[in-house]
């Protein structure tokens, strides 16, 4: 699919989102959003949950988080930030192999909404915090 292809279809996914108030189904598995030391605390926001979701309906692409919820020590072990929004269940970092996919989740996760993104080269970071800065895009 041509990339402007891929654009008119990500919009008319948006406008039927935000317009026709369609609810994308739920695209990610509990076992995805797991925190990853095995501990299987926390639980992942519902807000941020469904806003992910329509993410994932716009791009139209696979999403792979390799990291969502972490408890508070594995936070620490793989050296997180130390109010890292991933410890209140509303972060995701999604996993990118190459451009296209990088420019095609970043432009979805705008415009399902997210005011707040990291860009990584083997991941993008979106999350949903209420109580940081919005609009910002930052890099790691
Ligand atoms: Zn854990
Ligand atoms: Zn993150």
Redesign the pocket.
């Known amino acids: 699919m041509k990339i402007s292809t891929w654009i008119l279809t990500a919009l008319f996914r948006c406008l039927r989102v935000k317009l026709l108030n369609f609810k994308p189904k739920n695209y990610f598995t509990e076992e995805e959003l797991a925190c990853k030391c095995g501990c299987g605390g926390g639980w992942f926001n519902h807000e941020a949950l469904l806003k992910f979701n329509i993410a994932r309906y716009i791009a139209n692409i696979p999403f792979d988080p390799s990291?969502a919820i972490r408890c508070f020590a594995y936070n620490k072990t793989v050296k997180?930030v130390k109010d890292?929004?991933?410890m209140y269940g509303v972060?995701?970092?999604l996993t990118v192999t190459n451009s296209t996919d990088r420019f095609k989740i970043i432009f979805a996760l705008l415009l399902a909404g997210f005011t707040r993104i990291?860009i990584a080269k083997t991941?993008v970071?979106?999350?949903n915090s209420d109580k940081k800065s919005s609009g910002v895009i930052w890099l790691y």
């Open positions: 990291s997180g890292s929004t991933h972060a995701m970092d990291g991941f970071h979106a999350d």
